[in-house]
């Protein structure tokens, strides 16, 4: 007997920690019925069950709406330990087994039809515990959660009356195992092989499903969760649930290999997802840090299944989810202080969520306008190798592919790359997350990014994330190693074969004959050993006295720029209506003049310098591998793009009304025809209603692609000669490569103002400073220019604007009538201590007009 009643007493406990007492308001810690209960699993319950029993912990009496069940329990646990037969014969009153019904206890899984019994049950009776519970049990389970709302085939109507009959039977057959269950053990295992073989038949009514669909009722989901989510106690068991399965999945996908043995996994993270209040504060501390482990657990191909999935969602959904991910970043980023100490990238909460967040942006990009046909095929004829291969391979250095950096694992599994994407369905720019780039230690991100190692993160894995200046810092520090690496192969190289080697890439050339001189150099740079191409840059002008710090390199830029686009030259063509540049098809230079200019554009990018080039976006599209379309023509050649439209959305007949054929002409240099066929005879195929499409992506094609072929190839390979074994590629989308390349077109001089620092006795609120800035914002846009070029040795604003050029104003001497001077390399403008405003202005003006050349002073 004694053994009975310890039995009888541990059940009652185990009954307390499962179900509870049924009272909303109940005060004891260790009843599922009290609001500060934390969910425990069955093993755990039988444990702390006994525990319980030990120490003669408090037991809650049942409550009223509990009471039928519970006397059903404990007269069933009596009888059981005196007689399990006799329990057999046992009726249960009609009442106590409706009472042991609303409480649901037998809900493995859930549909949205059973969640609207189950609230309208709980509606009745105004208490939503028994609600509460099933939520708490089915989201806090992996197997539940994938189980529940799955999609059914659509049935005809004769099956669903079928149907109909069948669920009224099989409603009679589960009251009597219900009853029978209440007797005994026996009965309740026999009834959950029976439910779960009848998971097992539901399964067969699911849809078959492509390879990228899942099986989850996604509408039905965001049904139950507008209905679910405006009660604040069962938001509350939202959140529990998934405190408590988060770490179950991740042990899951972590060791269990779980999604290779069943793919409707991830149906638990689409129905996560959809919780519209994931991004509010009481998910942010616990239970959404914990989600993001477990779902940048998945394998690569769930990843891609999600991303794909993902965006058939609308840009409201999708921005839902990434704000989501970024306030969870954001607020761990600013919640801790990071430091060169403290990295942030060692934060597993903000890792895991930039992890997820690359999900939601691949879906981004898939969703938009994606055009992954065009793609412009890579040189055939490999660079040249150079001779100190040999010589990394005895240092143990291995060889960087020639093709360039790596590509995004998950890019390469969904088949797409960012530069595909024309227009996303939200801007590129929500991804970026500044507070995160604040703290960034950009150095030492740049090593995790080298090393790629599985126990440190680098965030230039995830570039979406980084804005333009933190890219360019890791662009900067990749430079700048290359260098020192090519400079220390140098060295090397000069101790091994005993002849003096230079560890810079020197250039000397006169004023006069600027392109001749560099274009002959770097040619036999390029064929003799091209990875000299990759040391550091030093220009020296012929006669002239000035140390190549940076300035002249900025300088001799400009001037190849200038000389290089001098239209008659005419190697580029220039649009008045649009002040851009284009290749010239019928140019008279050789190959070799557009290899230079590429090479140019790579240099300056290498070494920093921002050029005053003018091209279209379109060049830096083809530059990233894409070949140009119809729509790149409306900022190239955008009256051909404005009468091609026109030819589209025509409404007459095309062949009578305009009598145009698949033939076009060009003319020259000197202004005669060239006739052109787009396809074979051409000039004998009208352009009708029917093939005006296709006349339309020739002409284009042809436009952008196949008349400057030849030019651009070479400019391209020059441009590669330089970066390919950059990460350019991978962090830069197109339009960022063009503000790497020519800067921001936007002055902002109060910024500069701000972050400009003082020398030789002059501070911010000298007089003459003073007078200076007051000067200096008086000035016209053309003049700030002028002065720009003056003082950092160009026109443009750096990447991050003019703030980033840390200018330094420092003191030149006493009131004289000598001009203000300039140290461009280094940012340094020296101006003497004029005595009033007017001569300071007199003075400055005339010293940004007619500066020009270096010269020792």
């Not at 089915?138 to 659509?154: H, I």
């Not at 004829?381 to 950096?405: C, I, M, V």
């Not at 369905?425 to 995790?448: A, G, R």
């Not at 091209?530 to 300088?555: C, H, I, N």
Request: overall charge negative.
């Amino acid at each position: 007997m004694k053994r009975a009643a310890a039995k009888h007493l541990i059940e009652r406990y185990y009954h307390q920690l499962t179900e509870g007492c049924g009272n909303e308001s109940c005060t004891n810690d260790c009843c599922a019925s009290c609001p500060t209960f934390h969910r425990m699993d069955n093993n755990a319950a039988a444990v702390k069950a006994l525990e319980l029993y030990k120490i003669n912990a408090k037991l809650c009496d049942p409550h009223p709406s509990k009471k039928g069940t519970s006397s059903a329990y404990l007269e069933n646990s009596a009888i059981g330990g005196h007689n399990n037969l006799a329990c057999a014969n046992r009726k249960i009153k009609h009442k106590d087994l409706h009472s042991m019904r609303d409480n649901f206890k037998d809900v493995k899984y859930l549909t949205e039809e059973k969640v609207y019994e189950i609230l309208e049950s709980c509606g009745e009776k105004e208490d939503y515990s028994p609600l509460i519970r099933v939520i708490g049990r089915v989201f806090s389970s992996a197997e539940g959660l994938v189980q529940s709302f799955r999609r059914s085939k659509q049935h005809t109507k004769e099956e669903l009356k079928s149907l109909q009959a069948k669920d009224e039977d099989k409603d009679e057959d589960e009251k009597e195992a219900a009853a029978t269950a209440a007797c005994s053990a026996s009965a309740m295992e026999e009834d959950s092989e029976a439910s779960s073989s009848g998971l097992g038949e539901s399964d067969n009514d699911v849809q078959k499903l492509g390879p990228d669909e899942v099986s989850v009722d996604i509408d039905a989901v965001r049904r139950v969760y507008e209905r679910l989510l405006s009660n604040e106690k069962v938001e509350a068991a939202f959140l529990n649930a998934l405190v408590y399965l988060s770490p179950n999945v991740e042990c899951d996908l972590t060791y269990h290999n779980v999604y290779s043995r069943d793919p409707n996994y991830l149906n638990l993270f689409v129905i996560v997802m959809e919780n519209g209040n994931l991004h509010s504060p009481e998910y942010l501390e616990i239970a959404l840090p914990q989600f993001c482990k477990a779902m940048s657990k998945l394998p690569l191909p769930a990843l891609a299944k999600l991303a794909r999935l993902w965006s058939c969602y609308s840009a409201v959904q999708i921005r839902r989810m990434m704000e989501t991910f970024q306030q969870l970043i954001t607020y761990k980023v600013i919640s801790n202080e990071f430091n060169s100490r403290n990295l942030v990238n060692d934060d597993d909460a903000v890792v895991a969520a930039t992890k997820c967040l690359k999900i939601v942006y691949y879906a981004n990009v898939l969703g938009g306008d994606v055009d992954t046909e065009h793609n412009d095929e890579e040189d055939e004829d490999p660079l040249p190798e150079s001779s100190e291969l040999t010589l990394q391979e005895l240092l143990g250095e291995e060889r960087r592919s020639k093709k360039g950096p790596r590509v995004d694992p998950l890019e390469l599994e969904l088949g797409i790359r960012t530069s595909d994407c024309r227009r996303p369905l939200i801007s590129f720019e929500e991804f970026v997350n500044e507070p995160l780039n604040d703290v960034l230690e950009m150095d030492k991100d740049y090593t995790f990014f080298k090393v790629e190692t599985e126990n440190k993160f680098s965030f230039m894995t995830c570039p979406f994330i980084l804005n333009a200046v933190t890219k360019n810092l890791g662009l900067y520090y990749d430079n700048r190693i290359r260098m020192y690496s090519e400079r220390r192969i140098t060295v090397l190289y000069s101790l091994v074969q005993g002849q003096q080697l230079n560890p810079y890439l020197r250039l000397k050339v006169r004023r006069d004959h600027i392109i001749d001189d560099a274009l002959v150099r770097l040619e036999m740079i390029a064929m003799e050993n091209p990875a000299d191409l990759k040391k550091q840059l030093y220009v020296e002008f012929e006669g002239e006295q000035g140390v190549d710090e940076g300035g002249v390199s900025k300088e001799f830029f400009q001037l190849v720029v200038e000389e290089i686009f001098n239209p008659d030259i005419g190697m580029f063509t220039y649009d008045e209506s649009t002040k851009l540049f284009w290749f010239n098809p019928s140019s008279f230079e050789n190959e070799g003049q557009f290899t230079l200019i590429g090479i140019v554009l790579g240099l300056a990018i290498y070494n920093n310098c921002i050029l005053d080039v003018h091209f279209p976006m379109v060049v830096y599209r083809k530059l990233m591998g894409k070949k140009g379309t119809f729509r790149d023509l409306s900022d190239s050649h955008p009256i051909l793009y404005q009468s091609l439209k026109e030819l589209l959305e025509y409404e007459g007949s095309v062949e009578e009304d305009m009598m145009i054929t698949f033939q076009i002409s060009q003319t020259d240099l000197f202004g005669n025809p060239i006739m052109y066929n787009l396809r074979e005879n051409g000039d004998k195929i009208p352009v009708t209603n029917e093939n005006r499409k296709e006349f339309v992506a020739q002409y284009a094609d042809y436009m952008l692609n196949k008349s400057v072929e030849k030019q651009f190839k070479a400019f391209r390979r020059g441009f590669h000669m330089v970066t390919n074994e950059s990460p350019l590629k991978y962090l830069f989308r197109p339009e960022e490569i063009e503000l790497l390349i020519c800067g921001s077109r936007n002055l902002e001089f109060q910024a500069l103002e701000d972050t400009t620092e003082y020398d030789g006795g002059y501070s911010k609120d000298s007089r003459i400073i003073r007078d200076f800035w007051e000067t200096l914002h008086s000035f016209s846009e053309e003049q700030k220019r002028l002065f720009l070029q003056f003082t950092t040795g160009t026109d443009r604003a750096p990447v991050g604007g003019l703030g980033k050029l840390k200018m330094i104003i420092a003191k030149n001497g006493p009131d004289t009538d000598r001009l203000p001077t300039s140290h461009t390399c280094f940012n340094v403008l020296l101006l003497p201590e004029y005595t009033s405003r007017e001569k300071l202005r007199d003075r400055l003006l005339k010293a940004i007009t007619y500066a020009k050349g270096f010269g020792m002073l």
